[in-house]
């Protein structure tokens, strides 16, 4: 069992920048995959990026450029580093683990509203 908390959203102007972390209740280095997802209301959850146990790295092509996905293992704790938002990233974002058994963890969200 694993229990995620993210923390870092808010209300921020086109442009800005904010930073999402996602905190586990245990050790997150067998954790191989670990992902940001988001959902707009309306919309489907959509991942935006993840990060594997070897640390390499994917990005939605919405999002390349702008945010950056890192772990740190020391801390338990995954984070998405968002610059240059849009009004379009406004989303509750969640953070989503795999372990190596293949089971899933999802975290309650945060919310990211980027005003134009």
């Known amino acids: 069992q694993v229990e995620l908390v993210e923390s870092g959203g808010g209300l921020v102007q086109a442009g800005g920048s904010l930073r999402l972390s996602c905190a586990a209740s245990r050790s997150i280095s067998s954790l191989n995959y670990m992902a940001w997802y988001r959902q707009a209301p309306g919309k489907q959850r959509d991942v935006v990026a993840f990060?594997?146990?070897?640390?390499?790295?994917n990005y939605a092509d919405s999002v390349k450029g702008r945010f950056t996905i890192s772990r740190d293992n020391a801390k338990n704790t995954v984070y998405l580093q968002m610059n240059s938002l849009k009004p379009e990233d406004t989303a509750v974002y969640l953070c989503y683990v795999r372990a190596q058994s293949g089971i899933g963890y999802w975290g309650q969200g945060t919310q990211v509203t980027v005003s134009s």
């Open positions: 990060i594997t146990s070897s640390s390499s790295t």
